[in-house]
Nanobody, 115 residues
Framework: QVQLVESGGGLVQPGGSLRLSCAAS????????MGWYRQTPGKQRELVAH???????NYADSVKGRFTISRDNAKNTVSLQMNSLKSEDTAVYYC?????????WGQGTQVTVSS
């Protein structure tokens, strides 16, 4: 059974940093582009960063220059280093394939940026 488990969220002050991690089970991980998504109440889930199986990455304009996505194919993990956090980064963060391929969402990890 394919599972995605996110961790690393928390409360941080504006300008601070957090590192999110996602552990994936299943053989799909190594061949698919993986992404980090985020969602706030009343809004659609948005893709903020994604990384190909070969390590090429892309970012939403809102996080470019502040967030860095990485992956370890040997460990089936994908990470998101978030620096210079802003209040508007507050959201629940999820990982999944990009584009979506029908894999169930994990529980996500809450990131709250507040003084």
């Amino acid at each position: 059974q394919v599972q995605l488990v996110e961790s690393g969220g928390g409360l941080v002050q504006p300008g601070g940093s957090l590192r999110l991690s996602c552990a994936a089970s299943g053989s799909f991980f190594r061949i698919y582009t993986m992404g980090w998504y985020r969602q706030t109440p009343g809004k659609q889930r948005e893709l903020v960063a994604h990384i190909t199986s070969g390590g090429s990455s892309n970012y939403a304009d809102s996080v470019k220059g502040r967030f860095t996505i990485s992956r370890d194919n040997a460990k089936n993990t994908v990470s998101l280093q978030m620096n210079s956090l802003k209040s508007e980064d507050t959201a629940v963060y999820y990982c999944n394939t990009a584009p979506l391929r029908g894999i169930y969402w994990g529980q996500g990890t809450q990131v709250t940026v507040s003084s």
